[in-house]
């Protein structure tokens, strides 16, 4: 269905403020602020030409099955969007218009860390966490008997 | 005495945490793996040069089929290896026939691994190697069908002999692939996009597919006696140079996921 067309995604991260809520009091007043990240995806076919109207779906790292948001791409092939800065990790964002497209992966927040998910920990890791708490338990209790000159 | 009996709760105790910890399997689901020659190998197509193209088997060999979670996602377009956290592997080679089924079939299964870990599989890879025995034996591919223009009608069998490999990222479509949950069931996809060999009539004729595509009025020009049976060596002796190399370059942007691209290697 699609034809042999690179997209070309440009990015870029308007960053108006990295961080959570922050409070600052002074002389009896409060005054607050909530900072966001806006992320611009641009989507253009690798002739130039911008993706005007290209659909777009963008997952959030937490719920990687289902689209946090969906829109359309404006007549220069962009679309702006803020992520829930409480959801670090790798967002997804899907751009397809006309049997074209592609997917770009955004990591945001603290840390950029993705979650593919991998289930937890392997069971190498948890013999290995195992041995280590043991031998620790081992080695107090020994401290403890030892004979003492 | 005190002493080696605390040792021995000790080691009781050690045991005991290992062999529960063996006990404890991780959480998987099933992962099949799809293969997908789209709408255009299941209800047929008009090239670029005109040829109402219908096919009655596409025969592809597959083998070493693996999905993997990948992060940061593997991405096509930088041209290197998959690094995975996780991967599952089909066994085997599969000689699959992407035209089977009527025009709304289902993309054909595969395999599928039972026992996939849990998570996100956003990266596939396979290979199109000869296939050792059955339909394709001989081959990587082979295209037959029949194609209409005017009153001429010609029936074709295409050999492809040569082998790929295809490094893919997430799929690309209508609904998200490859997230498989405890006990639950996932799918990713190889999809196979031929109009890139043939082109379309119904995308702009500088469009970059119709502008990379062979067409069908090379092959035609093989054909003795309203049939064409030809493979990669043929074609390169028989067909103009520019054409055979317009091929050879087409053939390895065959492999997708869903319209993504892949890395052919």
């Known amino acids: 269905m699609s034809g042999n067309w690179k997209l070309l995604f440009g990015l870029a991260f308007v960053l108006v403020m990295i961080g959570w809520p922050l409070v600052v009091h002074a002389h009896g007043v409060s005054i607050e602020y909530t900072s966001n990240v806006e992320v611009e995806v641009v989507a253009r076919y690798d002739t130039g030409g911008p993706m005007a109207g290209a659909q777009v779906v963008v997952y959030a790292p937490d719920d990687p099955g289902t689209p946090w948001l969906t829109g359309t791409c404006d007549d220069d092939g962009r679309f702006i969007f803020t992520p829930d800065s409480s959801k670090p990790g790798t967002w997804d964002v899907q751009v397809r218009l006309a049997g074209h497209g592609g997917m770009i992966h955004i990591p945001v927040g603290e840390g950029m860390v993705g979650t593919g998910g991998t289930g937890g920990y392997s069971v190498t890791q948890i013999v290995l966490m195992a041995v280590c708490v043991i031998w620790g338990i081992a080695g107090t209790a020994l401290y403890f008997m030892r004979k003492r000159a | ?265």
Not at chain 2, 135 to 146: D, E, N, Q
Not at chain 2, 204 to 215: E, K, S, T, W
Not at chain 2, 228 to 254: F, M, R, S
Request: charged share 20%; glycine share 10%.
């Open chain 2, 1 to 265: 005495m005190k002493k080696s009996m605390v040792a021995l709760a000790l080691v009781a105790l050690m045991v005991l945490t290992i062999l529960l910890a063996g006990c404890g399997s991780e959480a998987v689901g099933t992962l099949q793996f799809k293969a997908n020659g789209e709408d255009f190998v299941r209800q047929g197509f008009v090239s670029k040069d005109g040829w109402s193209i219908n096919f009655d088997h596409i025969y592809v060999n597959l083998a070493d089929v693996t999905a993997y979670q990948t992060d940061p996602p593997y991405d096509p377009h930088d041209a290197g290896e998959i690094e995975a956290d996780v991967e599952v592997e089909l066994d085997g080679s599969y000689t699959v026939d992407l035209a089977e089924g009527g025009e709304d079939a289902e993309p054909i299964l595969v395999g599928q691994v039972v026992d996939a870990e849990v998570g996100h599989y956003n990266a596939i890879s396979w290979e199109m190697v000869r296939a050792t025995s059955g339909p394709a034996a001989g081959y990587s591919l082979v295209i037959m069908g029949a194609a209409v223009k005017g009153n001429q009608t010609i029936d074709f069998t295409i050999n492809i002999e040569e082998e790929y490999g295809y490094a893919c990222g997430e799929y690309v479509g209508d609904e998200r692939k490859g997230i498989v949950e405890e006990g639950e069931t996932a799918d990713v996809e190889m999809t196979f996009h031929f109009d890139h060999v043939f082109g379309d009539v119904e995308a702009p004729m500088d469009d970059h597919i119709n502008v990379g595509a062979i067409g069908f009025d090379p092959f035609a020009a093989t054909a003795e006696n309203g049939r064409v049976d030809i493979d990669l060596a043929g074609l390169q002796a028989e067909i103009a140079a520019n054409d055979y190399q317009t091929l050879v370059e087409t053939l390895p942007t065959l492999g997708h996921v869903g319209e993504g691209h892949c890395h052919c290697y």
